[in-house]
């Protein structure tokens, strides 16, 4: 199972990578909204945790592009925590949204759940 991480914070993409690998998943990292974009076209990614607040495009834009070729799951991960921001992520369709500061265990924990979810129900999820 190979995460993607598109967060500009090398910090934050490096604490959140070492939790998931530390649970068994293989993690990319992107700081642009563009070259995750460019990497999803490529294929092989299973899930992607994807901050908003990205210095070229919004993680929503990649969210919305995402959308239109693939139904891979999305976490969002982001410091924006207003209520409209939580709503206009899930209406994109982001399977989840998780606000800075966050917990790294939380975090793979959420992954879990929502792979398990998507196992349970039988979809099959990825690149169109």
């Known amino acids: 199972m190979n995460i993607l991480i598109v967060d500009d914070e090398p910090a934050i993409a490096d604490t959140l990578s070492y939790a998931l690998r530390a649970e068994g998943f293989a993690t990319e990292c992107c700081t642009l909204g563009g070259e995750a974009l460019a990497r999803l076209q490529q294929g092989g990614v299973d899930f992607v945790v994807l901050d908003v ?37 899930l209406e994109l369709g982001g399977d989840d949204y998780v606000t800075k500061p966050f917990s790294p265990r939380e975090v793979a924990s959420r992954v879990r759940a929502i792979l398990r979810r998507l196992h349970a129900n039988g979809e099959s999820r990825g690149q169109a």
């Open 53 to 89: 607040g990205l210095p070229d495009i919004t993680g929503f834009d990649v969210c919305r592009a995402l959308r239109r070729d693939s139904d891979l799951p999305v976490l969002f991960l982001t410091a924006r925590s207003d209520e409209v921001d939580r709503i206009v992520g």
